[in-house]
């Protein structure tokens, strides 16, 4: 019950909030504007169509969830609204998970909107319902999950404007850690070999979670990919919301 | 260090040290040296000090909004982290800041959930409470509309949302005028009344004086005294003012302290019982008039700004 209300609380600020509307739109644009790549571009207009409206999906989902993210628990220490909700009787866990599923639910909606705004368009064009797409949408949301613990981490412990850039720092290295596979393949065994191999087990392989390629061009895909891209999203999320926890738990709000 | 009583301890603090890190190279600044008192339940308790002493750093530790280095602190002979005394408190910060986006509806709903389910608000209790700080009209506005006095209002309904028996109020009379003064004085002294427990911080000494119990007064994180008010003001008469016309000023030279002097009328501060008695007689005999009599007994405020000073 307390979790829920702090999430509703969460939720409901963020939908009050001027930036989320302004990213929606944007989000929206783009994906009416994947219509108009699509007709400047040789090949199948259909795959540019999904293509870029699943990116688009992913990409301004990323934005809300780190702009919103940072700057929720921040907020409420900067403006000393926590003193009132910590003082009541609630475990800071519960402050914090809270807070999460708050910006989840806030995510669920609002994607859920430009996912219908996205299928709709792929429907005009091919008059056919792909359950496959929906696939691609639920891995998004996994990954957005993912970057909105990270977001609230850093929210814990930083100023808005740091915490975005972190976050967005994840999200970029997220996207580009596979290049490391490739590296390690070329190198020796040795000291750089080690190191490389060292950083790709810590560092987060967010294109674990992108199915978009193989969906958009038919490709056929191991259910096994999708259980262990799921179980990687569930644990990493849980380990940086422990993490979290671990810092606000013995914070001071001064 | 803590007085010994028989009444029941709703708070009790021993030996509390809190210090903050600051600067680049980051060097401890003690805030809290050592404090130890206990609040007994149904009185009002006043906690007093200049600026930076330390009050609202105590608050915050009882709150478990930050963590002491050491000490105890037990709210209703528990632990004060643990939920079970946490549902018996009620606090109001200074200087309140809540979440604008919400209505004043929304924002005691919100609160009220934060409590288990037998000490949640409902529906009448939320009407009740709006009534009680004067905001029904108020009600379905959103908060960011609202004026310093109405967020100290809606934040003393927030404070009192789980019926608690224990509530912790930080300067609440600072942003009220003097109207919303006196309803919140009265509202404090109806909670003693149904037999809650008030703790007081506050710089407005007249206030605590009026209606508080007993005080502990913290001057730089060190408390330096600590009792009932009768205890620690003694009602012996330090001077008399006197406000006279009628009167030469050089029959009145060396009888009082001439204070301030506005045409025929004078106003003099007499130190002496004898020599106030000569005064009386003086205006019988010359026919003056007397406009005030004032005995000025020793205030909160003297024990105060001596103990201040004494630091």
């Given at each position: 019950m307390k979790i829920k209300a702090i999430a509703l609380n969460t939720f409901k600020e963020a939908i009050r909030d001027r930036i989320l509307y302004l990213l929606f739109f944007f989000a929206a644009a783009a994906i009416i504007f994947s219509r108009i790549l699509a007709l400047l571009t040789v090949g199948d207009r259909i795959k540019i169509i999904k293509d870029v409206?699943?990116?688009?999906?992913?990409?301004?989902?990323?934005?809300?969830?780190?702009?919103?993210?940072t700057g929720l628990v921040y907020k409420e220490?900067?403006?000393?609204?926590?003193?009132?909700?910590?003082?009541?009787?609630?475990?800071?866990?519960?402050?914090?998970?809270?807070?999460?599923?708050?910006?989840?639910?806030?995510?669920v909606v609002m994607i859920g909107l430009m996912s219908l705004i996205f299928l709709a368009v792929v429907f005009v064009h091919t008059f056919k319902f792909e359950p496959r797409l929906l696939i691609a949408i639920a891995f998004i949301f996994i990954e957005l999950f993912l970057i909105t613990a990270v977001a609230i981490l850093f929210s814990c412990f930083s100023t808005p404007i740091l915490s975005s850039i972190f976050s967005l720092a994840f999200y970029l290295i997220g996207h580009t850690s596979w290049g490391l596979e490739t590296l390690i393949r070329k190198l020796k065994s040795g000291v750089w070999r080690s190191l490389a191999q060292f950083l790709y087990t810590f560092l987060p392989d967010l294109e674990n979670f992108n199915f978009r390629t193989e969906i958009v061009h038919g490709l056929t895909i191991q259910p096994k990919f999708y259980f262990y891209s799921a179980l990687y999203g569930f644990f990493y999320t849980l380990f940086i919301l422990v993490l979290a926890n671990i810092i606000f738990r013995k914070r001071d709000f001064v | 260090m803590v007085e010994e009583t028989t009444s029941l301890e709703v708070l009790r603090v021993e030996n509390l040290y809190k210090s903050y890190k600051s600067g680049f190279i980051p060097r401890r600044f003690p805030v809290l040296k050592g404090i130890s008192f206990s609040v007994h339940q149904g009185e009002i308790f006043g906690y007093l000090g200049p600026n930076g002493a330390g009050k609202t750093t105590t608050l915050k530790c009882i709150l478990g909004l930050i963590f002491p280095d050491s000490g105890e602190i037990k709210l209703f002979g528990q632990p004060h982290l643990f939920l079970k005394a946490k549902e018996k408190v009620g606090y109001l910060p200074e200087?309140?800041?809540?979440?604008?986006?919400?209505?004043?509806?929304?924002?005691?709903?919100?609160?009220?959930?934060?409590?288990?389910?037998?000490?949640?608000?409902?529906?009448?209790?939320?009407?009740?409470?709006?009534?009680?700080?004067?905001?029904?009209?108020?009600?379905?506005l959103q908060l960011r509309k609202f004026s310093k006095g109405m967020l100290q209002r809606i934040g003393l309904a927030q404070a009192l949302i789980n019926d608690p028996?224990?509530?912790?109020?930080?300067?609440?009379?600072?942003?009220?005028?003097?109207?919303?003064?006196?309803?919140?004085?009265?509202?404090?002294?109806?909670?003693?009344?149904?037999?809650?427990?008030?703790?007081?911080?506050?710089?407005?000494?007249?206030?605590?004086?009026?209606?508080?119990?007993?005080?502990?007064?913290?001057?730089?994180?060190?408390?330096?005294?600590?009792?009932?008010?009768?205890?620690?003001?003694?009602?012996?008469?330090?001077?008399?003012?006197?406000?006279?016309?009628?009167?030469?000023?050089?029959?009145?030279?060396?009888?009082?302290?001439?204070?301030?002097?506005?045409?025929?009328?004078?106003?003099?501060?007499?130190?002496?019982?004898?020599?106030?008695?000569?005064?009386?007689?003086?205006?019988?005999?010359?026919?003056?008039?007397?406009?005030?009599?004032?005995?000025?007994?020793?205030?909160?405020?003297?024990?105060?700004?001596?103990?201040?000073?004494?630091?």
């Open positions: 409206g699943l990116a688009s999906l992913s990409l301004f989902g990323a934005l809300m969830a780190i702009l919103i993210g220490i900067d403006k000393k609204t926590i003193y009132t909700v910590i003082s009541k009787p609630i475990h800071r866990w519960q402050f914090l998970l809270g807070k999460f599923l708050g910006l989840m639910l806030t995510l | 200087n309140p800041y809540f979440y604008e986006y919400l209505t004043a509806r929304e924002f005691l709903n919100f609160y009220a959930q934060l409590f288990p389910r037998e000490r949640m608000a409902d529906k009448n209790k939320i009407n009740e409470l709006l009534h009680l700080v004067g905001l029904e009209k108020a009600a379905d028996e224990l509530v912790f109020l930080d300067e609440p009379l600072g942003g009220l005028d003097p109207i919303g003064r006196k309803e919140l004085r009265d509202i404090i002294v109806n909670l003693k009344e149904k037999g809650k427990t008030v703790f007081l911080c506050s710089h407005i000494l007249q206030d605590i004086e009026m209606i508080c119990d007993r005080v502990a007064i913290i001057v730089g994180g060190r408390l330096v005294a600590q009792g009932a008010l009768t205890d620690l003001i003694s009602e012996k008469v330090l001077f008399t003012e006197i406000t006279l016309s009628g009167l030469p000023r050089e029959t009145l030279e060396g009888l009082g302290e001439f204070v301030s002097v506005r045409g025929d009328r004078a106003l003099i501060k007499v130190f002496d019982e004898n020599k106030l008695s000569q005064i009386l007689n003086l205006v019988r005999e010359k026919k003056g008039k007397i406009y005030s009599l004032v005995p000025r007994t020793e205030t909160l405020e003297d024990i105060f700004v001596d103990m201040v000073k004494q630091r």
